[in-house]
Each structure stands twice: as structure tokens, then as C-alpha cells.
């Protein structure tokens, strides 16, 4: 008998029959959002149908997967499970040539690898030692290998060279690159034995930072092997693009704030957040959500101000995923994405050429010397910004002039009462004078994930996706300033600069019930002395402070 909470016997045979079928039609929609409404409706849920490798669902898995159709964590959630039976990671201590066979020839485990960031530590520990192994043995690898030497070394990019390595490791690694520099120096083709060599370099290193970088630039990608060359483009010519296209990013004016100044190094050193596809689009533009999402709101008095489309600026855009998000949902409008790091906008600009989108302009500078400008938008979207300021205040108000009257601004802040476990962290470790290198990091994370006295500190961290990439390691403990705040500060805020609140985003319909349920008298739910109340109640459930605003005109 399976435990409460369980799936329902229903919905398993539902699952078994539309994987079924979707096995004889790949391509059918309907059958694709059937199945993803089911995984993700019973995602909190568990089955002994999951405790042993299912061949059907593992193919309607893959086909999801290559037809787009499934978001990568919900993905993520029900591939790694069957994967690690398929590969019988709990039997064998390390990993052994019939595993290495078997994953060799998974042409899904290669995609996964290929397209997003694992965030299961024990897979992780067995990629680990994947690497090691193929490293080690790597003039005596099994023939048709290389392809799943090529899947790693991009999990290993879009990771950041996450996994622990050791003395013996980066000693081999350093006699392959002086060898292999010398072979890329005589012009010739390639060997194939050094194909494989500098495959296996790359698990370890992007081949942007290798010696002869630019010797292997001039060569044809026709000339080498198709692992070989999917490798080259993800870890050498994108990164180089990346680094041209740095020099045509307009500059908003210096950055003068000192804080500033120590954040945008942080973002040049770990351009954030790593995405290399965006999330579906809303089936509504801006406008429309938000005159859905607030009833009865008329952003502006004159509906010719918006016959071309909102002018929404994003400050703060990283590697500009959500600001490219917010651009293809609405086509008509125009975009400007600013951040303080030049390498972040280049990845940023370099996949709007990929995905075709023209109506954003993206700039480097600071948001304080960029309002000096005059310019003014429709809509602001404002997310993890104001807490890397010297004095957040001013950020708030350099919104606030930025923002036309009747306009919006959205503004997700950190909660401090969600953020003590960080905070908690972070005194304990003393992180605040822990150097931020790759190194000190990685040897910090891989204490809290395996000591025994750090199980609570785990049990808080190792589920989140943060824990699994350098940039993201380094946001969520590392970073040099986060500013945290109360309701009552949003509150004081927003009444001092004349702001009106207009409600929170909820990624979790529970909240928003819970809410109703304990105050009834507020159905538009924007009362912020009742949002106190909930907090305490609920300590944590608002992880983030994420809510939209209306600028009401002058400060009163």
C-alpha cells in the first residue's frame, strides 16, 4: 500500500496509458500537456511506479524533453530518479565500465547534461567521479564514448566547473594542455587521439581559456567530430563572441557608488543567472496581465501614451533572462536592460541574436547615475537589485523618478525573516572573509554537504538549485552585499514616496488561500498590517518579497 499523500492509483494508469500513446504519436500536444499537467500536479506526491526504472515513462520523458514541452526543473525532478536506477547509483561505490557503456549510449542523459544544471547531489558525486575516471583512463577509453564525454564537459560549463577536482587531477589536466598546445601549434589536423584529449580537457577547463584558444578558432569546425564541435561552440565561441560583443555595450555614465563597485566585480567574475533557454511565454503581454492581475487599474489617463507599446526598463538585468522573458512576451514594447556587469549583458545580448529578439537595448552602468538621465517608463522591473546598494533608499526613489505617473514598478526584495537561515550561515562560517575563489567555495560547500554536523545546514540548502552552480553558490552565500527587509520597511517606503502597493506575486496558490481564509475583509489582499500578521504566522512562507506598485505621482 502506498503512503498518504501518494499518487492515486488513477493517475498512475493515466500516466502508464498517455506514455503509452505518446510513444505512437511523439509529436502530439495534447498528449504532451496531459502528461506535463499530471507530473507536475502530483510532483509533491510519491509511487512504488517510480522505485524501479520504467522503460515508457523514461521514453515519454525524453520526448517531452526534445519537443520543449517541459519545463527543466519539473523535468529534472522525475528524470534523475529513473536515471539513477537505470544507472544503479546506489549499488555500485564507484562508477564501473558498464555504467560508463550504458550512459555512453543514453542519448536523453546526454541532453539533460547538455541543457541545464543538475541539482541532485548524488548524481552529482557519480559525474564527479565520471570525470575522474574518464581523465584517468582516458588512453584506454570504450570506443563511441565521446559523446558522452562532450554531454559532461558542457554540464560542467553551464555548472562552472562546480565539482571538487584533486592534486592528481589538475596535475594530469596540465600535462594534457602543454601536449595538446603543442599539437594545436602545428597546424595540422587533429589526431583523433587528441580529439579526445582536449574533450577531456574541457571537463575540467572552457576551452576559451586554452592556451592556443585562437589557433583552434582558425580551424573549420568541419574539421573536427560532431561531439568535438558541440563542444567548441558552447565553451570557446560563445564565450569569445561574448567578449566582442562587450565592446558595443553603450555606457549609462561611471559608477560612482563604492558598493557598487564591489558588486558589479562580484557579476564580472560570475556572470548570474546561467539560463540557456527561457521559460514560456504568459499567454497575455504585460498590459493585459496586469489589468487582469489588478482590477479595476488604469495605469495611465491616456490610452494614445500606449498606442506603441510600454516602455519597460529592467535595472539590474544580469544575464538578461528575464528581461529577454519580458521583451518576446511583449513584442510591441520596447526594452532596456542595464546591469553593472559588462560579461553578464554580452551573454545577455549574445541570446537575444540567438532568439531573434530585437526590441530591447541593453546598456552597462549604475541604476543611481542612470536616473540622472530623465528618462521615464511605463513599467520598471526592478528584482534583486536594491538590496546591492550602499543605501538602498535612494535606489528606491531613483525608481520612483523613473516611473511615469499612473505607471508600475514591480520590486522583489529579499525577506529577512525568509533569509535567516543565510544569515545564520553565513555568521556562523564567517563568509563574509572567506575569499570568494573557486577554490575556498567549493571546499566549504563540499564540508556542509558531507559532515555529519552540518546536516541541518544541508537539509536547508541542498535542495535548492542555488547550491548547484558557482555563480548561484556565490549569490547565495558569497555575495558581498544583501540588504534584507521587513513589511513594515516596504510599508514606510512606499507611503514616503507616495507609492501604491498593489499586491504580491504568489508562485504558490497555497499562500493566497491561506491568506483569504485568515482575512476575508481584504479580498485584493493589500493590506499590508495583515501581511504582517501572515508572516508571523507563516515564517518563511514569503521567501522573497515580491510585489508590484503604482507611482501616484509626487512624494507627499
Not at 500516466?15 to 500536479?41: F, Y
Not at 514594447?333 to 541593453?362: C, H, P, Q
Not at 555575495?479 to 521587513?486: D, L, M
Request: aromatic share 10%.
Amino acid at each position: 500500500m502506498d503512503r498518504p499523500g501518494s499518487w492515486k492509483e488513477g493517475d498512475i494508469s493515466r500516466l502508464q496509458s498517455l506514455s503509452a500513446r505518446l510513444a505512437d504519436h511523439p509529436s502530439d500536444e495534447i498528449l504532451h500537456n496531459r502528461i506535463t499537467r499530471l507530473l507536475a500536479r502530483n510532483r509533491s506526491r510519491d509511487h512504488s511506479y517510480f522505485s524501479s526504472f520504467q522503460p515508457d515513462f523514461y521514453r515519454a520523458l525524453e520526448l517531452l524533453a526534445y519537443h520543449g514541452q517541459i519545463k527543466f526543473p519539473l523535468l529534472s525532478f522525475y528524470f534523475v530518479r529513473q536515471v539513477k536506477i537505470k544507472l544503479k547509483l546506489g549499488v555500485h561505490r564507484e562508477v564501473n565500465a558498464e555504467q560508463v557503456i550504458d550512459a555512453s549510449g543514453d542519448l536523453f542523459f546526454h541532453h539533460y547534461l547538455e541543457t541545464g544544471i543538475n541539482t541532485d547531489y548524488e548524481l552529482e558525486l557519480w559525474l564527479e567521479a565520471l570525470r575522474r575516471r574518464l581523465l584517468f583512463q582516458h588512453r584506454a577509453l570504450p570506443p563511441g564514448v565521446s559523446r558522452l564525454v562532450a554531454a559532461l564537459a558542457q554540464q560542467c560549463f553551464n555548472n562552472e566547473y562546480l565539482f571538487m577536482d584533486s592534486a592528481g587531477e589538475a596535475c594530469i589536466v596540465n600535462e594534457m594542455e602543454e601536449r595538446l598546445a603543442h599539437i594545436v601549434r602545428q597546424a595540422g589536423p587533429l589526431p583523433e587521439e587528441a580529439e579526445i584529449q582536449l574533450l577531456i580537457y574541457s571537463l575540467y577547463a572552457p576551452l576559451f581559456k586554452f592556451p592556443e584558444a585562437e589557433r583552434l578558432v582558425k580551424i573549420p569546425l568541419t574539421a573536427f567530430s560532431a561531439p568535438l564541435r558541440a563542444c567548441i561552440r558552447r565553451t570557446l565561441l560563445e564565450p569569445l563572441k561574448e567578449t566582442r560583443l562587450m565592446e558595443g555595450i553603450p555606457s549609462a555614465g561611471r559608477i560612482a557608488d563604492k558598493v557598487s563597485r564591489v558588486v558589479r566585480r562580484q557579476y564580472e567574475e560570475n556572470p548570474y543567472p546561467r539560463w540557456l533557454a527561457l521559460a514560456a511565454l504568459p499567454p497575455r503581454a504585460l498590459r493585459e496581465s496586469l489589468a487582469e492581475r489588478f482590477s479595476g487599474l488604469t495605469p495611465f489617463s491616456s490610452s494614445d501614451e500606449l498606442s506603441g507599446g510600454y516602455s519597460i526598463l529592467v535595472p539590474g538585468c544580469g544575464t538578461g533572462h528575464h528581461s529577454l522573458w519580458l521583451a518576446a512576451a511583449n513584442p510591441q514594447s520596447k526594452v532596456t536592460a542595464l546591469d553593472l556587469s559588462k560579461r553578464s549583458l554580452a551573454y545577455g545580448k549574445r541570446m537575444a541574436e540567438k532568439l531573434k529578439i530585437t526590441n530591447i537595448r541593453f546598456f552597462h552602468g549604475d541604476l543611481l547615475e542612470f536616473s540622472k538621465a530623465g528618462q521615464t517608463f511605463h513599467h520598471i522591473d526592478c528584482v534583486g537589485v536594491l538590496h546591492c546598494l550602499e543605501k538602498p533608499e535612494t535606489g528606491w526613489a531613483a525608481l520612483k523618478q523613473m516611473t511615469r505617473c499612473g505607471g508600475t514598478i514591480r520590486i522583489a526584495v529579499y525577506s529577512r525573516a525568509a533569509r535567516m537561515g543565510v544569515i545564520c550561515v553565513r555568521n556562523e562560517f564567517d563568509l563574509s572573509n572567506m575569499p570568494s575563489e573557486p577554490g575556498a567555495m567549493k571546499r566549504f560547500r563540499r564540508k556542509i554537504m558531507s559532515q555529519d554536523q552540518y546536516r541541518l545546514v544541508r537539509e536547508n540548502f541542498c535542495t535548492s538549485p542555488d547550491f548547484y552552480s558557482m555563480s548561484a553558490l556565490r549569490d547565495l552565500l558569497f555575495h558581498v552585499r544583501e540588504k534584507q527587509y521587513t513589511l513594515a520597511e516596504i510599508e514606510q517606503l512606499a507611503a514616503l514616496l507616495n507609492l501604491k502597493f498593489l499586491g504580491f506575486r504568489f508562485g504558490d496558490m497555497t499562500m493566497k488561500r491561506r491568506y483569504l481564509e485568515r482575512f476575508p475583509d481584504d479580498p485584493y489582499m493589500t493590506n499590508l498590517a495583515h501581511w504582517r500578521q501572515f508572516e508571523k504566522a507563516y515564517t518563511g512562507t514569503l521567501r522573497m518579497f515580491d510585489f508590484w506598485l503604482q507611482n501616484n505621482g509626487d512624494a507627499q
